[in-house]
């Protein structure tokens, strides 16, 4: 067997060798498995397999078998699966097997690369021949070890397809713990799932999580596990769980704030998530009304925080409301304070549009305290102490605006709106429809929309490019063309160390601080100004 081997293949080969003679003149084998191997071995030599390394790998398997004391019900299905393998046209799945196979014998690993490993503890396994070969485990605790990160799937079993390294396993229990998590305050239990090995990934549909912080009873979802190497428990972001239900509700998940939407965890990380077009929601209460409605593609939500990246807000009176169609949203438990504040990486700031006042608010940030009768509109905190805002009536119109709108267009970008939507007897159109009807780029058209929407005419949905028509894009070109009334009041707030408005929960009344005056008509320039500097509507 040595004969033809380079001299650092026969320092590999000679103790497997010698080892292998050792066990089978101490009789190691007995009669019956002596008969056994001379047969695989006879037909390994008709295959004309390679001396080195597959007869050596079968030999070296030999002796891992009798050193790792398995037991004799496994020689035999064992053996007759390679012998049907060696009888196949290509010696490809004899070696997998074999290699699958030494590897579990010697060190209880049903998978081994350089990186990854996969065992089942303790390793109770039978070998059987279904159409192709199968090692089917008993219950036991499957792991994955990647680096220093693992995966846990606690109290699982399983067969296992050497063959295509196919996991299909049955029943377990996957837990937090690796993100800091107590195992008994969150965890998850698994029906039927697979795994392909060579991989550090699992995927399980209609699994139940148990999460007692917010949950008396589990919920249904899927559940996704990866390990990834160097991966500390603060930056983890598994194992993953996604509700199937969009509208799953809990109560209080802060005082006076309730849940409505799907339910989501990366890591520890709680996400509150929306189906596709229809928003995870919050609703802040105020005494027994709901107070603010916030709604989210998605909330992420920590154990004293609140946040989201876009979020629309209503702040609700009688039948009117303060609505805002993207802001980024935050809320901090400790401080009972929620704030609402432009995107930083913008440089327009999109109105609130006020029905109540019937006005529109350009401002940066909105906060309040949840324990205060009184709600602030400014500018975001900075060097800059000086605090800007513009407040507009609902009903106003600018010619000049107008024509900025148009710019070298032949037509006016609100005239050819409003005549589409008129047409489709419709108040959404979709980027799609507009570029086919304009006969434009489409990148042309979606900043002309996007700047509509910083000017209150519509509300631009970025991610399913669809524009929402308010009726101000309507009344601006019905003012242009003398068929609906219309004013030109607007005023500018400049305040130092202070709100630009504040709004009084009490009565709903909004104090307008630092304006300087009131513009009652550009055209005419007509102004007035109000004693200290304030104003409330």
């Known amino acids: 067997m040595l004969f ?6 026969r320092k590999l080969v000679q103790p497997v060798i010698a080892g292998f003679v050792q066990k089978w003149n101490q009789e190691d084998f007995d ?10 071995c006879n037909e390994m030599l008709k295959k004309k397999v390679r001396t080195f390394p597959d007869f050596f790998n079968y030999i070296k398997a030999l002796n891992v078998f009798v050193d790792s004391h398995q037991p004799g019900s496994v020689f035999t299905p064992w053996s007759a699966i390679l012998k049907q393998l060696i009888s196949e046209k290509s010696s490809r799945n004899f070696n997998t097997f074999l290699d699958v196979t030494t590897t579990l014998f010697d060190e209880g690993l049903m998978f081994k690369s350089q990186s990854t490993r996969w065992k089942i503890s303790p390793a109770t396994y039978t070998i059987r021949l279904d159409s192709v070969p199968v090692i089917e485990f008993s219950k036991g605790d499957l ?3 990647v680096n220093k990160d693992s995966m846990v799937i606690y109290g699982t079993k399983g067969v296992f397809f050497p063959l295509s390294l196919r996991w299909l396993g049955h029943e377990g229990r996957v837990d937090w ?5 107590g195992a008994e305050q969150v965890f998850a239990e698994l029906d039927r799932y697979q795994i392909q090995v060579r991989f550090t990934k699992l995927t399980a549909d209609s699994v139940h999580l148990y999460n007692k912080k917010y949950f008396s009873s589990p919920i249904m979802g899927r559940l996704v596990e990866k390990v990834l190497v160097d991966v500390d ?3 983890a972001s598994y194992p993953r769980f996604y509700s199937y239900d969009k509208e799953i509700s809990i109560k209080n998940l802060f005082n006076t704030m309730d849940y409505m939407g799907g339910f989501a965890m990366e890591g520890a990380r709680v996400i509150g998530s929306g189906a596709h077009k229809r928003d995870a929601k919050i609703i802040v209460r105020k005494g027994d009304e709901d107070f603010i409605m916030i709604k989210s593609p998605s909330f992420v939500i920590h154990p004293k925080k609140i946040n989201a990246a876009a979020a629309s807000i209503s702040i609700y009176h009688e039948t009117d409301s303060i609505f805002h169609p993207g802001l980024e949203m935050k809320y901090f438990d400790s401080l009972k304070e929620l704030s609402f504040t432009k995107d930083v990486r913008l440089n327009s700031i999109t109105p609130w549009f006020d029905s109540w006042h019937k006005i529109e608010i350009y401002c940066e940030q909105v906060q309040w305290k949840l324990d205060s009768p009184k709600l602030n509109f400014n500018m975001m905190p900075g060097p800059n102490k000086q605090s800007n805002a513009i407040f507009e009536s609902s009903n106003y119109y600018s010619r000049n605006r107008y024509d900025r709108l148009q710019g070298i267009d032949e037509i006016n970008i609100l005239n050819v709106i409003k005549s ?17 009807y304009m006969q434009k780029p489409s990148e042309q058209i979606e900043a002309q929309l996007l700047k509509l929407a910083d000017r209150g005419f519509l509300v631009y949905d970025y991610e399913d490019k669809v524009a929402r028509i308010k009726d101000k894009l309507t009344n601006y070109v019905k003012a242009r063309d003398g068929k ?14 202070a709100s630009n408005a504040i709004l009084d929960l009490t009565n709903f009344d909004l104090k307008i601080q630092g304006v300087k005056n009131v513009f009652i008509s550009d055209s005419q320039h007509v102004a007035i100004y109000p004693l200290g500097q304030s104003r409330i509507l």
């Open 484 to 497: 609906a009334d219309y004013d030109e009041i607007y005023f500018n707030s400049t305040v130092t160390n």
């Open 31 to 40: 009669p019956a498995r002596k008969k056994v191997i001379y047969v695989l």
């Open 4 to 9: 033809g081997l380079s001299d650092n293949d």
């Open 420 to 436: 589409y939507t008129e047409k489709k007897k419709t108040r959404e159109v979709t980027l799609e429809e507009l570029t086919i």
């Open 143 to 145: 792991i994955c070890n």
């Open 177 to 181: 713990q690796r993100v800091g998590i």
């Open 233 to 235: 428990e603060a930056k």
